[in-house]
Each structure stands twice: as structure tokens, then as C-alpha cells.
């Protein structure tokens, strides 16, 4: 199959739904608080009852702006809403208000990281506003059932040109979408709830042709690692299906993630189904420089000038700003233990922003694994930090200290002194380890005088062993190394 796949290229294109963080809907004022019960949030006119008038939400005007600006879009002075009319049980209007023909963005792209290393430019279409349909719950015992609560749920549509040519830069296409859709505070990027969803079209041509081949819609993929698996699956189909002498067929799959396949839904819509015509019930939106003006300003500090100021302020590694700055959550907290530690003031700034990364790179991200919020704060852990800074605590003293944090909110110093985990600096306690290691380690001893440097660790750890670890480890490796050296005489 591996030489077929280089006889053929994949064309991909995404198109990404984020549900806004607003608190009300996108044309009423109802609630858009996911799990509650069944058709409780809703009202006549997001269930579309004859007479009712929707208005439209600022705040997904302003998030959008925001997704716009961040992607490089131009932002057409007015914009016009449309009705795409399709019939659905859950869609009780029997249309969803959507922008076709004057979108609110359009021409934009953003960089990703491609799986050799390099950098690739990935074009938006478009980024419109939308309203979301409700949702069909398909029960064996009662066959359909029907939640219209997230009716008229406001999204924004991000839709990618067909510049992703294999699974992987689609996921790190996604990867950048959600990152700074969350950057900018406008969507949770949670696949699992449904506020970020993905359908993704994909075909497949002779390398070299310029043509596109014809092709398929796959939806229903609920997390990054299926939109990557549903593609690698789609493309091989329509690769084998061509090689068989059979032709692809433009239509909608359903991915199945339990069986790992791709099953027809149906046969895919053009835009002249929808029958796409202005709502007459809303005016066009009109976007003049003073708002996109405030829209500019209100803009954090993004992923990539993050991670660049992080590479070049800071002194990071390329590698260690680029899991800081993956979630806004864990860059934020970054910064925050460094700046303790600044304030300390017992390094240089370089030398706290490495340890700090060091701490949040390997110890919080690993108790946190996947789940959000730190498990000590950013307070408490510069705290700790300084402690082994100041030699309060062995670095292997405070990895234990950070598993107690994890679990006892006390104060750091407090636990220091409660779980008996002070560093020992008496040079004369100190002293009396060393002395007792190198008397019973003669033949250690000997092959160290006699060129075999590499044994000085061993000393320095059998040391700390004698002092179950609380031994300043400076003190002890100067102590010890002036011991050898006397005699070597």
C-alpha cells in the first residue's frame, strides 16, 4: 500500500465548528449552558415559532472579530446573514441562520508545524457565524428522541482551503485552530461536549495532477486522533476503490470510530441544495473601523508570539516553549512561578525561567495528565523551588515535598519542617558521612586515585544515602573532592 499512497496525493480541506463562550444564544437570550435537561433551554424564537424575531448577540460579533484578526483575515465592511433550509428533526425551524454569499471573514491562514520539522501556510476561506441545530438522540426502544436545547447555539464556521495533504498536518491544523480559539477566550475547544467539531473533505489524484478528484465528507469524528484516523482510512478507500477500476462517489460519511471505518450517509450537498437566500429578519452587519479598532486591541498575546518572546526573552529551548505555550493555562502559570522566583531574587531571570519549566514541564504536567488546573499553585511551587535555591531542600527532598502540595494545602516551609525534609549544611555532620563513606569504600577509593574519576559519583550518592537524603549535595561534593584530593597528596 506504501507505494500506492506515493502514486497518489490527498487533497484536504476542514471545516471546523467552535461554539462560542457566550453566555446567552446566538438570536434569543437563552441559556447556553451544556448538560442540562432535555429541551429546558429553549424558547419561541430559538424553536423558530411563527411571529418571533431573532436578534442577533454582539458578543459573537466581537468573539468572531477576534478568530478574524488572530488568522489574518480581511474583514468586509458588512456582512449579511443567510437562511440554509434543510429538513431535520432536530432543526424545528426547518432552517439554520447561517452567512453564505458576505461571510464576516474571509482570506485568512494560519502556520503549522509539519511532521518533518518545517513550517507550512494553511489558507481560510471563510469564517462566518452561524446558529447550531439541536441534536438526535437514537434509542433502540423508543427510536428517535430530540434535544432542542442547542438550538440556536452560537458558532463560528472556520473554513480551511484544501492545503492539508496528509492526516498529520490535519491534526496539527486542528491543534492550532483550538489553540487559539482558546488563547482568545471565545470556545472551551472541548471535542468530547461537542464545542469544537470537525467534518473534513477529502479527495485523492495521480501525484503531479492539478485537477482535483472527486470528494467525500466525513463527519462524526470527536477527537483529534479520529479526525486523523478517519482521513488515513478515507484516503486509503478512495486510493484502492481507483486502483480497483471502481470511481469515488461525491457523499457524506459517518466515521465509526469502534470499528475504525467510514459508513455512507448520504450523497453529498452542494450549496444550491440549502437554497441559500438573505434573512429577511435580520440586517446586514456592518463593521466599521472604530469597532475593528477594539476588536485589535482586545487581542492577548497569541501562541506564536508567545512561544518566540519565551525562545528569545526568556532563554527557553525551542521544545520547552513549545509545550509551555500548547494551553494558555499552563503558559500563564509558567510565568507566574517564574515571576516568584524573580521576586526571590536568588538567580539570574534565565536561571528561573529554566528550572520553572524544568518543575512545570515534568512534575505539574505529569500530575495533571489531561485534566485541567494545576495541583499546587503557582505561589506555593516558586516557593518550593526557592527552598532548593536557597538550600533549604535537596532537590530530591523537594520532589517529595511537591507529591505532599499535591494533596495538603499547608504552607511549603511549614511541611519542611513537619515531615523533617530540612537540608542538612552542618559541615560537621557532613563531614562525619564523608569521612565514614571513604573508610568503608577503600577499593573505591584506590581506583579513583589511580585515574578513574568516574566513580565520584558513586561517593557522593553513597554520602546522601548516609543522610537519607537531607546532605546539601554542594557541600558534600566540595567536601568530598577536597578529602580525595588530600589523598592523592
Known amino acids: 500500500m506504501k507505494n500506492l499512497q506515493e502514486k497518489y496525493e490527498p487533497v484536504i480541506g ?17 441559556s447556553t449552558k451544556f448538560g442540562g435537561e432535555p429541551n429546558t433551554n429553549v424558547c419561541p424564537v430559538c424553536l423558530g415559532m411563527p411571529g418571533t424575531l ?23 465592511h458588512r456582512s449579511v446573514f443567510a437562511r440554509k433550509n434543510y429538513f431535520y428533526p432536530d432543526l424545528p425551524k426547518g432552517y439554520q441562520i447561517s452567512q453564505y454569499e458576505a461571510p464576516i471573514c474571509v482570506n485568512g491562514a494560519v502556520e503549522i508545524d509539519r511532521e518533518d520539522g518545517s513550517r507550512k501556510r494553511v489558507g481560510i476561506t471563510r469564517i462566518h457565524m452561524e446558529e447550531d441545530a439541536g441534536k438526535s438522540i437514537h434509542d433502540a426502544d423508543v427510536d428517535t428522541l430530540v434535544d432542542v436545547n442547542r438550538c440556536g447555539v ?49 479527495s485523492v489524484r495521480p501525484a503531479g495532477e492539478k485537477r482535483l478528484g472527486t470528494k467525500t465528507e466525513v463527519k462524526n469524528m470527536n477527537s483529534f486522533r479520529n479526525v486523523e484516523r478517519a482521513l488515513a482510512y478515507e484516503i486509503n478507500r478512495q486510493i484502492q476503490l481507483i486502483e480497483d477500476g471502481g470511481r469515488v462517489v461525491q457523499e457524506t460519511l459517518l466515521w465509526d470510530a469502534g470499528q475504525n471505518a467510514a459508513y455512507p450517509m448520504r450523497s453529498k450537498e452542494e450549496a444550491h441544495d440549502y437554497r441559500y437566500f438573505p434573512d429577511p429578519d435580520l440586517v446586514p452587519v456592518v463593521v466599521d473601523e472604530a469597532w475593528l479598532a477594539r476588536a485589535r486591541a482586545s487581542l492577548p498575546e497569541l501562541p506564536a508570539a508567545r512561544r518566540d518572546r519565551f525562545v528569545g526573552e526568556l532563554g527557553l529551548p525551542r521544545y520547552d516553549a ?9 503558559a500563564d502559570y509558567f510565568e507566574s512561578v517564574v515571576g516568584v522566583l524573580n521576586r526571590l531574587g536568588l538567580r539570574s531571570a534565565a536561571e528561573n525561567s ?17 485534566k485541567t488546573g494545576a495541583p499546587v499553585s503557582a505561589e506555593r511551587l516558586g516557593t518550593l523551588i526557592g527552598m532548593i535555591q536557597d538550600g533549604t531542600v535537596s532537590g530530591t ?61 558513586f561517593f557522593v550518592g553513597e554520602t546522601m544515602r548516609r543522610m537519607k537524603g537531607k546532605g546539601n549535595p554542594k557541600l558534600i561534593n566540595d567536601m568530598m573532592r577536597e578529602k580525595l584530593s588530600r589523598k592523592r597528596g
Open 14 to 30: 476542514l471545516e471546523v465548528h467552535a461554539q462560542m463562550l457566550t453566555a446567552s444564544k446566538a438570536f434569543c437570550g437563552c
Open 54 to 76: 431573532p436578534v442577533l448577540n454582539a458578543n459573537l460579533v466581537e468573539f468572531i472579530l477576534r478568530m478574524g484578526l488572530a488568522t489574518g483575515c480581511a474583514v468586509p
Open 154 to 202: 452560537p458558532l463560528i464556521e472556520i473554513v480551511s482551503e484544501p492545503d492539508l495533504r496528509t492526516p498529520g498536518e490535519a491534526h496539527a491544523y486542528l491543534t492550532r485552530i483550538r489553540q487559539l480559539l482558546t488563547y482568545l477566550g471565545i470556545c472551551d475547544g472541548n471535542m468530547e461536549e461537542g464545542s469544537l467539531r470537525c467534518d473534513a473533505n477529502v
Open 322 to 330: 513549545d509545550v509551555l505555550t500548547a494551553e494558555k493555562e499552563t
Open 354 to 370: 529554566k528550572v520553572s519549566s524544568n518543575w512545570v514541564m515534568t512534575d505539574v504536567l505529569r500530575v495533571m495528565d489531561g
Open 397 to 457: 527532598a523537594a520532589r517529595q515535598l511537591f507529591e505532599k502540595l499535591c494533596s495538603d494545602p499547608g504552607d511549603p516551609r511549614g511541611l519542611v519542617a513537619m515531615l523533617g525534609l530540612a537540608q542538612v549544611s552542618d559541615t560537621s555532620a557532613i563531614e562525619q558521612a564523608v569521612d565514614e563513606v571513604l573508610n568503608l569504600n577503600a577499593a573505591q577509593v584506590e581506583k579513583y586515585l589511580g585515574g578513574n574519576e568516574k566513580i565520584f559519583g
